[in-house]
């Protein structure tokens, strides 16, 4: 969540922190670079989560351009790095996490993380790969390559009294049970794997029940139950149950059944249909479809769908790239400007009133898009 919006702006507040009192334990993930606007967020929240959590992670453009995530790591922003964590644990009865990215060097990396304990951070998320080099274009991607567990390992030789978690290749349970064991961290993280499978975390096997036995007997018992029991379906469907209890943004819907279903929509050529349904009950009756065709194995392929599919495909392609790349030079322009970095994407986003309409009407189309 952005600290500022949230800090400010009520509307935001509501839509983006949902909860209920069951939804526990809970922590409150925020982006931001000032210690004053992220306390007075952490405040509307403190009562209602168990933990804050700053987010030094994230390797986008969108964090390039508003100065946040990954590059606040660079050691020109250390100190205001320092101030935030101080000025959130000093003031803020519960925890602060912090999650971060590796820096170039592993020394400096546990030199980083040694501050960050020093200053009031009670767990450390590592996200054992680099972050994008958005300026230089050199080194590696966001995510290119597996992560470098190896490091993790040193991070928490280094510092065994802090509390660490190991992020990066974990697709399985399998790499669960061999992250725990290599990194000796104190917990794992999944992003990407636990969005493909939500039920990656599910089997109940703890790492005392695997000390009598080999990790991989126990894996590969795992791996067969999981294989045996997890039908993406049928968990989209109890995913659609929760959120006719639960509410959410209708994209956020269509976005987890995207990565949880991805494999039998296509198989079943109803993916694109889910991308444009319109509601939750068009996309839970889409689920019962592809369902349908599993269980009583009478899909028929359709070659011109396909076709129409790819075509629709390809020019949605296109114009994304064009809007993401007009996105990204507004806010580079308003950050040179030292405006807001949604200035001139707000422009022109309000609804116009009647009046206003036939005022424009009655003018040049040059003149009404400047008066716009």
Excluded at 58 to 73: K, T
Excluded at 243 to 255: D, H, Q, T
């Amino acid at each position: 969540m952005n600290s500022e919006l949230f800090a400010n702006d009520s509307a935001y507040r509501e839509m983006e922190f949902q909860t209920v009192p069951s939804d526990r334990p809970l922590v409150a993930h925020f982006s931001g670079n000032d210690p004053q606007t992220m306390l007075a967020a952490a405040k509307f929240v403190e009562s209602k989560c168990d933990a804050i959590d700053l987010n030094l992670g994230c390797p986008q453009r969108i964090a390039h351009a508003g100065h946040f995530g990954s590059y606040l790591l660079d050691d020109n922003d250390r100190d205001l790095v320092i101030n935030i964590i101080k000025t959130l644990s000093e003031n803020i009865s519960i925890p602060i996490f912090v999650k971060i990215r590796l820096l170039d060097k592993l020394s400096d990396t546990i030199t980083l993380c040694q501050q960050l304990v020093t200053a009031g951070a009670s767990l450390i998320a590592v996200h054992a790969r680099y972050r994008v080099n958005l300026v230089g274009r050199t080194g590696a991607g966001a995510r290119d390559g597996p992560a470098m567990l190896d490091q993790v390992t040193e991070i928490k030789k280094a510092i065994p009294s802090a509390y660490i978690i190991s992020n990066g290749n974990v697709r399985c349970w399998e790499d669960v049970l061999n992250n725990l064991r290599d990194t000796g961290a104190d917990g794992v993280m999944s992003a990407e794997g636990l969005l493909d499978t939500p039920t990656l975390f599910s089997p109940s096997l703890s790492l005392e029940d695997t000390q009598s036995t080999s990790i991989s007997t126990a894996s590969e018992s795992i791996s067969n139950h999981v294989s045996h029991s997890f039908n993406s379906l049928s968990i989209a469907l109890e995913y659609l149950d929760l959120v006719e209890l639960y509410p959410v943004k209708l994209k956020s819907v269509v976005f987890h059944i995207r990565r949880m279903c991805r494999e039998p929509l296509t198989r079943y050529q109803l993916l694109e249909e889910c991308l444009t349904a319109t509601s939750t009950t068009k996309i839970k009756d889409i689920i019962l479809q592809a369902r349908s065709y599993q269980e009583n194995n009478n899909f028929i392929f359709d070659e011109m769908k396909e076709r129409r599919v790819k075509e629709a495909s390809q020019r949605k392609t296109y114009e994304e790239g064009k809007r993401k790349r007009f996105e990204e030079r507004m806010i580079r322009k308003a950050k040179r400007e030292k405006k807001d970095l949604n200035f001139y994407l707000n422009q022109g986003t309000e609804t116009p009133t009647v009046e206003e309409l036939e005022i424009l009407r009655d003018m040049s189309l040059q003149d009404a898009f400047i008066r716009w």
